[in-house]
Nanobody, 125 residues
Framework: VQLQASGGGLVQAGGSLRLSCAAS????????MGWFRQGPGKEREFVAA????????YYADSVKGRFTISRDNAKNTVYLQMNSLEPEDTAVYYC???????????????????WGQGTQVTVSS
């Protein structure tokens, strides 16, 4: 399955953006889906994930309460709604998917097998 991320852009601090990640084919609904980001000079880090079977969501502490991950299985698309954006959220955001995996690794980038191309999010102060 191929993933296509979109929705990035330039926004002022306090603003909002919604990222989308479209999967090229089914059964994307049976994939755990996650969002990761990589800021300038930083390592790629976990942002959020949604479990395929339960729909349970998981967030990094730094975005909890501000970001919301959701999925529309009918559209093979996962979203990341980002509110109250901060300059520290500036990064390239990547969506990722994996067909199988234990729950304890859902925050690990290495556990994902499919990656989108990334979309730039820039938050100005």
């Amino acid at each position: 399955v191929q993933l296509q991320a979109s929705g990035g852009g330039l926004v002022q601090a306090g603003g909002s953006l919604r990222l989308s990640c479209a999967a090229s084919e089914r059964p994307a609904s049976r994939y755990d889906m996650g969002w990761f980001r990589q800021g300038p000079g930083k390592e790629r880090e976990f942002v959020a994930a949604v479990r395929w079977n339960t729909g349970s969501t998981y967030y990094a502490d730094s975005v909890k309460g501000r970001f919301t991950i959701s999925r529309d299985n009918a559209k093979n698309t996962v979203y990341l709604q980002m509110n109250s954006l901060e300059p520290e959220d500036t990064a390239v955001y990547y969506c990722a998917g994996r067909g199988t995996g234990i729950l304890s690794t859902i925050r690990n980038a290495a556990a994902y097998t499919h990656w989108g191309q990334g979309t730039q999010v820039t938050v100005s102060s």
